[in-house]
């Protein structure tokens, strides 16, 4: 009976590379936070994510939180669309910062450009159309830019992880990395470090988000090879002042020795189960004859 009013949630932790723990930073009362995305803009270190409105039009929205004496302040809205918005890649290039959201509802893979902070974004480009894609994330390398893309069957989790380049007239054929659902799905951006690449990806083989695997690349074109190295769950990530049972993490990523994740635990919540039916009500009505 109380199946139907538990419900997963997720919160993103920080901590300084060196320290034990992950000190969490409070989700917003309009939601709850995942896929933890960093960038330093103008001098200022912002970490930009998805909040999942929970309690009205449970979508997902985009929002930000800047890093200022060792934490995390209030959460901030940036963009926010008709449909739903994920896995905020956010970058600088030329001094401008640009955002590629996940947004597979809509079909298609977009860059958008911060015209005037906090909250006008203008769409630079659409990457792709016609089909779905998620968790889109670039590489850049000698001149290259490469881009990788998870392509989802929407069945159990499972999809393929695809690459290709980025050109000045549009992008290259796509080839077909991996459809090991272990660790095919982006995970965050890669770690470039001391001439070390690493792919931080997800492990969706017993569930969503169950584990993160980091995987040393060893050749990125025209053959691309990678090797794990290292395997983690959300047991293996010790939490400052939780008491909570945390059963799962899906992004990593990692900025100047600052790290983030997203934690996943359930909870029971009867606003969100009262959320879920009016809003099917309005699907539902919306189509009738």
């Known amino acids: 009976m109380l199946g139907k009013f538990k419900f997963d949630r997720w919160q993103i932790a920080y901590r300084m590379e060196g320290e034990e723990k992950y000190r969490l930073i409070p989700n917003p009362p309009y939601g709850w936070c995942a896929d933890p995305f960093l960038v330093e803009y103008q001098g200022t270190i912002y970490l930009f994510a998805e909040i999942f409105l929970y ?94 893309t998870f392509q989802p069957d929407f069945h159990q989790h499972g999809g393929s992880l695809l690459q290709c380049k980025v050109k000045e007239d549009g992008l290259s054929s796509f080839r077909t990395l991996t459809k090991d659902k272990s660790r095919a799905r982006p995970a965050g951006n890669f770690i470039v470090d001391n001439g070390k690449i690493v792919r931080v990806s997800q492990d969706s083989s017993e569930n969503y988000g169950c584990g993160l695997v980091f995987s040393e690349v060893d050749s990125i074109w025209p053959d691309y090879q990678e090797r794990e190295i290292k395997r983690i769950s959300a047991r293996d990530i010790p939490v400052e002042k939780s008491l909570r049972k945390y059963t799962g993490v899906h992004t990593y990523n990692k900025y100047q020795g600052l790290e983030v994740v997203d934690l996943k635990y359930t909870c029971y919540s009867l606003e969100e189960y009262a959320a879920r039916k009016r809003v099917r009500k309005v699907f539902t009505n919306k189509y009738k004859g």
């Open 55 to 148: 309690k009205s039009e449970r979508n997902g929205i985009i929002g930000y939180n800047i890093y200022e004496n060792e934490k995390f302040g209030a959460w901030t809205v940036t963009m926010d669309r008709h449909w739903h918005l994920s896995y905020p890649n956010v970058f600088v290039h030329h001094d401008k910062l640009y955002m590629c959201p996940e947004s597979w509802q809509k079909d298609e893979i977009e860059i958008y450009r911060l015209v005037e902070f906090p909250n006008r974004w203008e769409k630079e480009a659409s990457l792709l159309c016609n089909g779905k894609y998620v968790d889109t994330t670039f590489l850049r390398m000698e001149e290259e830019t490469y881009m990788f």
